[in-house]
């Protein structure tokens, strides 16, 4: 059986970000699912030195109990909700674990500012995921907007992929929609068959 592991913010105190991931949690609670929860918040949204600290305090004494976590479970699918700033940082060790452990990953994008102006710290966070990971957008700009950067970078570290693109882009075209309320069947069969669904006809490799 695979466990569930959910990474984030939680209200109290509430925020959008707090406000989606609990309407995560509680759509996997009606589906049956008992996710394990590590729960990242401050205890308030004030930005100043000391809660900043006690912030951190909470998310290392997390990473310790998330590390006791993956040591008992066998199988395990891990939703993280990206920050927007430098908590990016933790994220990053929650991967690493992740990706140790063999664990299935969903990234949730919230915010157009580390996408609108991409950061180290969301590169590395991306890079450190593998390419075996989900991402989850909350519109269609977003969803855009993630796959121009990425193919821009892709295109700058690799030669074949600049040789391959034709004008209409690297990325297929569609992109999946739902509100909460699908099974991971139906995703993974979308992701399945989009594929064959969205290549475009003259796309040819050039590894030479």
Known sequence: ???IAMIGTFP???HGMAAVNSAMKDFFVSSGENPEIFDLSAISLSK????RLIRATRVLSQLVDYCNFLRVSRKVSVYI????GYGQFFEILFVLLSRLRN???VLHHHSFLYIDR???LTKMLVFCSGKDAYHIALCGLMVQKLKSHSSRDLKRSHRFIREMDDGSGIWSVGYFVSTIGLNEQMIEK???NQ???DRPKNARLGFS
């Open 103 to 105: 664990a299935r990953i």
């Open 1 to 3: 059986m695979r466990m």
């Open 190 to 192: 979308y992701i399945a």
């Open 12 to 14: 109290p105190p509430m």
């Open 81 to 84: 909700s990206v920050s927007g």
């Open 118 to 120: 991409p950061r180290f």
């Open 48 to 51: 100043v030195l000391h809660v």
């Open 195 to 197: 594929d064959k669904q």
